[in-house]
């Protein structure tokens, strides 16, 4: 039965919608972590997404499922901030803060959680036809 | 007299068979709907059905063992893109609620097009029954 194909593409969407998850779960709770240099500061960390690529070429299954390609590191410069008074203060009297918007975060976690959603509903219903073609005739 | 399931089944297999391979399209662009550059893809289903019903009527006849065969998928391969109402910035083509509402349209069709197998098959089990 093909259809065993969706609960693969369904499940790798909600794999990687789950992994986007994580990483703004940890970005967020990471934003306030101060260091008192620029290399040693917590850097926003974003996943890369891509349609596996074979299946895009092959015109009698276009169906294609999520691949994660890694996880990126934000290269947006840290937020410095003179703090003299900071126990991790530099000798220039400075804090470096991650460069993680947690506005943006927000917004991001928001359409990871709706995508996850939207793959879980495909399935369910999908369950559910197959469950029924499986009563088929009785 | 011999029971044709074909002639008895009509063309509901098939339409179930093209509902099945358009869901997992379905599927898989709601599962890529955040994945840069990727584009929705769906299939016509009318004009499927309709090269499948004229392509099974005349198969061509192979008389050398190089002869390749017609392609005779249940897809007919034509798989086309869809046109976005509204241009993303990384490229992707999917947008999630037209997408749903095709996603759960083509499951109803599905259950429609199971129904009426189920009904053919209870009309078999009563003409086989003789009741």
């Known amino acids: 039965m093909s259809s065993m194909n969706i609960f693969n593409i369904a499940g790798s969407g909600m794999n990687a919608q789950s992994l986007r998850l994580n990483l703004v779960a940890s970005n967020i709770s990471n934003a306030n972590s101060v260091s008192n240099s620029v290399d040693g500061v917590y850097k926003s960390r974003q996943p890369v997404f891509a349609a596996e690529l074979k299946s895009i070429m092959d015109k009698n299954d276009a169906a294609s499922r999520v691949n994660v390609l890694g996880v990126v590191e934000s290269q947006a410069e840290p937020v410095m901030e003179y703090a003299p008074n900071h126990p991790m203060a530099d000798q220039a009297g400075y804090i470096y803060k991650p460069n993680v918007n947690t506005v943006e975060e927000m917004a991001n976690m928001m359409s990871a959680s709706r995508s996850y959603q939207n793959n879980v509903e495909v399935l369910n219903t999908t369950k559910e036809l197959m469950l029924q073609t499986l009563r088929m005739g009785q | ?131």
Not at chain 2, 12 to 23: G, I, V
Not at chain 2, 24 to 48: I, M, Q
Not at chain 2, 85 to 104: F, P, R
Request: proline share 3%; charged share 20%; net charge neutral.
């Open chain 2, 1 to 131: 007299m011999a029971i044709n399931f074909d002639n008895a089944l009509g063309i509901h297999p098939q339409a179930l068979a093209l509902r099945e391979k358009r869901s997992e399209l379905l599927a898989s662009n709601l599962a890529n709907a955040d994945t840069p550059n990727y584009k929705a893809r769906d299939l016509d289903f009318k004009a499927v059905l309709n090269n499948t019903l004229s392509t099974s009527a005349q198969s061509l006849e192979r008389t050398h063992a190089g002869h390749l065969a017609p392609q005779r998928d249940v897809l007919g391969a034509t798989v086309g893109y869809r046109n976005p109402v509204h241009a993303s910035l990384d490229g992707n083509t999917v947008e999630s609620h037209i997408e749903q509402a095709k996603y759960s349209e083509n499951a109803v069709q599905y259950q429609a097009s199971l129904r009426f197998i189920n009904g053919r098959f209870s009309g078999l089990m009563t003409a086989i029954r003789g009741e």
